[in-house]
């Protein structure tokens, strides 16, 4: 036999559920209010110098990659002075670049200490080169 459940003409009976019922609460104790003191004085708000009064971070110094050029360019220049064209060539880009990194890192507040070693260097070169080739020379 076969059953089918629930049955299907039969509507299910919802009967409302009563619950417990609690006795009423007590009212909360009123208490006298108690009296503050005044507000304290109002003072200014700060001022800030930055917008939205975040500080902004320090500058660090740093090296330009103009100066940090003129000393790599210088100290090759000073390894490869015995090759006339590439000691000259070299030594004459490297005091380039290492002049104009020193003059931008001085309008910048930067260090000038791989600028002033790249002209160092650089010059070092051409010198040594003008002597070698004095030195053929005679």
Known sequence: MLVH???QNSQPEYLPQQY????????????PMQQYPAYP???????????YGYAQ??????????????????????????TPS?????????????????SKAIDHGDKTSLATWGAWLSALAI????????ARSA
């Open 86 to 102: 590439l000691g000259i060539t070299m030594g004459i880009v490297g005091l380039v670049l290492a002049g104009v990194g020193r």
């Open 57 to 82: 971070q320090p500058r660090l110094p740093q090296h330009n990659g103009l100066s940090i050029a003129g000393f790599i360019v210088g100290l090759l220049a000073t390894v490869g002075f015995i």
């Open 20 to 31: 417990p019922q609690h006795p009423p609460q007590q009212p909360y104790p009123q208490y």
């Open 127 to 134: 010198l040594c080169w003008l002597l070698l080739i004095v």
């Open 5 to 7: 459940y629930p049955p």
């Open 41 to 51: 004085p109002q003072y200014p708000p700060p001022q800030y110098p930055y917008p």
